[in-house]
């Protein structure tokens, strides 16, 4: 079955870098593009990124674009975020998220998420 | 961006009633090249993360219980539980795949009167 399996979360000073890493199988990966999606503690869902199934276009949303850069290894299976010049509003639980299908952004399975603080 | 507005924020419904929940966005999601409405709906419990029910705004999911079910086109949408159950407590969210930014309602909680 699929599976989407977030690491790289942390506790980082506002200013700091981390990188997430999402690890899949289950499907075949290079067919499908992928999104990172994040929930701010006791708050709603906020897509954050999008990056197509062979890495060529990329999305952001505005709350991250300059700071974050998505990204994914084909060969491994494994979607990335970089996040850099963290904020306090960026503390949330990040989920690596997979796209249902090829020709269009609707989104179905889940990770469990990697948890982000950025705290002084 | 897509705007998406639910409503209530929260709903209190007894056991075995309906529970009905309202999504408006704040331009068009149907896509006349194929005839679809770009629409999902995800369900959240306490501690987990969301999990797809309905998409194509009346499209159920593999696994998906028949009493859940989506209606509506162009920029009004709505979830219906024809017959609350004890585990159907949860946060729901709409979710508009239209165009980027993808775009989220804020949540309606859930919970048993």
């Known amino acids: 079955q699929v599976q989407l399996v977030e690491s790289g979360g942390g506790v980082v000073q506002p200013g700091g870098s981390l990188r997430l890493s999402c690890a899949t199988s289950?499907?075949?990966?290079?067919?499908?593009?992928m999104h990172w999606v994040r929930q701010a503690p006791g708050k709603g869902l906020e897509w954050v990124a999008l990056?197509?199934?062979?890495?060529?276009?990329?999305y952001y949303a505005d709350s991250v674009k300059g700071r974050f850069t998505i990204s994914r290894d084909n060969s491994k299976s494994t979607l990335y975020l970089e996040m850099n010049s963290l904020r306090f509003e960026d503390t949330a639980i990040y989920y690596c998220?997979?796209?249902?299908?090829?020709?269009?952004?609707?989104?179905?399975?889940w990770g469990q998420g990697t948890t982000v603080a950025v705290s002084s | 961006d897509i705007v998406m507005t639910q409503s209530p924020d929260s709903l209190a419904v007894s056991l075995g009633e309906r529970a009905t929940i309202n999504c408006k966005s704040s331009?068009?999601?149907?896509?006349?090249?194929?005839?679809?409405?770009?629409l999902a709906w995800y369900q959240q419990k306490p501690g987990q993360p969301p999990k797809l029910l309905i998409y194509?705004?009346?499209t159920r999911e593999s696994g998906v219980p028949d009493r859940f079910s989506g209606s509506g086109s162009g920029t009004d949408f709505t979830l219906t539980i024809s017959s609350l159950q004890a585990e159907d407590v949860a946060t729901y969210y709409c979710?508009?795949?239209?165009?980027?930014?993808?775009?989220f309602g804020q949540g309606t909680k859930l919970e048993i009167k």
């Open positions: 998220v997979k796209n249902q299908a090829v020709s269009y952004f609707g989104v179905d399975v």
């Open positions: 289950g499907f075949t990966f290079s067919t499908l593009a």
């Open positions: 990056i197509w199934y062979d890495g060529t276009n990329k």
């Open positions: 331009q068009s999601l149907f896509y006349s090249s194929n005839n679809k409405n770009f």
């Open positions: 194509w705004a009346s």
């Open positions: 979710q508009q795949y239209y165009s980027t930014p993808l775009t």
